[in-house]
């Protein structure tokens, strides 16, 4: 299974860019996909996900500007940041889960950096 990001970019403060990763060779649905960013000397953190029944969860620190979606039948997952700051800035990493049985598998993209101008 592989987790394919894109559409990062720079862009100035309060704008918006819109980030989508696409899973190839995963036959069965993950449980959750979501994106995770890690800025220069920070730790990752969870930016937002969501499950396979569209509940999604949002760090407080991007609720109410970013909105995360997914499609089930394509493995895709999308991110729309809107009201960008430059604390937005990091590289942002697609995530996904699956369980087999009660063992969590993780899956990680390569990573598409995010870079906003003051």
């Known amino acids: 299974v592989q987790l394919q990001a894109s559409g990062g970019g720079l862009v100035k403060a309060g704008g918006s860019l819109r980030v989508h990763c696409a899973a190839s060779g995963n036959i069965f649905p993950f449980n959750a996909m979501g994106w995770y960013r890690q800025a220069p000397g920070k730790q990752r953190e969870l930016v937002a996900d969501i499950l396979r029944i569209n509940v999604t969860n949002y760090a407080d620190s991007v609720k109410g500007r970013f909105t995360i979606s997914r499609d089930n039948a394509q493995n895709t997952v999308s991110l729309q940041m809107t009201s960008l700051k430059p604390e937005d800035t990091a590289v942002y990493y697609c995530?996904?889960?699956?369980?087999?049985?009660?063992?969590?598998?993780?899956?990680w993209g390569q990573g598409t950096l995010v870079t906003v101008s003051s």
């Open positions: 995530h996904g889960d699956r369980y087999l049985g009660t063992i969590r598998i993780d899956y």
